[in-house]
């Protein structure tokens, strides 16, 4: 592991976040490899975080690889389960919580930079700020564009959840495999400067604790942020589950995470699925 912690100020992140400790790696395969690791580790303190300026085999769910070009904000939280009341059936809504507190950091950015859109030289349509939306079960949006991307992990009999998230900060999609330009979008091509990637880091772990508390004392959060945060609210939505394919208009997220749809068959709660299309 090289050194890089000047890029990220440690100190700052323990003295401004709820992280207790920070690992920062040059280059590593996956944080969420690393994080899984040390989680394993039961003299380790949590929440830790693990940072990476370059992963070179960064996940996304099932079979999906994640891109990180230089400029990315990529790094995972390991995180006791008894200290925030969480167990592995809840990695939906710890998903969800973590896009909502994503959602909410880039909200609160981009309003500073009131002239923010999606640049010209970007196929489709403008973007604003109240355009960044979470979409079930682990991506934030700007527009239809992915943003971010969460995956969370939990191994049987680890007290410990794993929390991944991959921000496209600084890494500009000019720069990126001709398959994302039209799909996903940074921060740096829509605000026309380079971001502080340790700004946006902070604001984006206080806004995880936040949401970490009122999962934990159970207050709802779900339902009272998803109309005006789901991209898919009210949409008619195709999702691929393992059962196979449903469709169904969105009326709203469980408390657990659940996705609601209105099929034919009266409301129908989706847990895990992929979203194959919304309208
Ligand atoms: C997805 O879009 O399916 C989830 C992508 C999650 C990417 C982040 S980047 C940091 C952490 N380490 C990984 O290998 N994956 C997550």
């Not at 992280?19 to 280059?27: I, M, Y």
């Not at 009999?157 to 000019?174: A, D, E, K, M």
């Not at 469980?254 to 895990?272: C, W, Y």
């Amino acid at each position: 592991m090289q050194d890089v912690s000047e890029s990220f100020d440690v100190e700052r992140i323990v003295a401004e976040t709820f992280v207790r400790s920070v690992e920062v790696h040059d280059e590593i395969g996956s944080t969420n490899d690393r994080a899984l690791a040390l989680a394993k580790n039961s003299e380790i303190g949590t929440p830790l975080l693990i940072l990476a300026e370059r992963q070179t085999g960064g996940r996304g769910r099932g079979a999906n690889r994640w891109w990180s070009g230089p400029g990315s904000l990529t790094f995972s939280l390991v995180l006791s389960t008894s200290d925030w009341s969480l167990t592995s059936e809840r990695s939906p809504v710890i998903a969800l919580t973590a896009g909502l507190a994503v959602c909410e950091t880039v909200r609160a950015l981009l309003c500073k930079d009131s002239g923010s859109v999606i640049p010209p030289w970007m196929p489709g349509p403008p973007a604003h700020p109240s355009d960044v939306i979470v979409k079930w079960p682990n991506d934030v949006l700007i527009g239809r564009r992915k943003l971010c991307g969460i995956l969370v992990e939990a191994r049987a009999g680890l007290p410990r959840v794993v929390v991944g998230i991959g921000i496209n900060v600084n890494n500009s999609l000019q720069d990126a495999p001709p398959e994302l330009r039209g799909r996903a979008v940074s921060l740096v091509d829509v605000s026309s400067r380079p971001l502080d990637r340790g700004e946006v880091l902070i604001r984006a772990l206080r806004q995880i604790e936040a949401g970490l508390e009122r999962l934990r004392e159970n207050r709802e959060h779900l339902q009272q942020y998803w109309q005006e945060h789901c991209a898919l609210a009210g949409c008619i939505v195709r999702i691929d589950t393992a059962a196979g394919p449903v469709v169904g208009r969105c009326i709203g997220i469980a408390e657990d995470g659940a996705l609601l749809l209105q099929t034919e068959r009266g409301t129908e709660r989706i847990l895990s699925g992929v979203v194959a299309s919304y309208e």
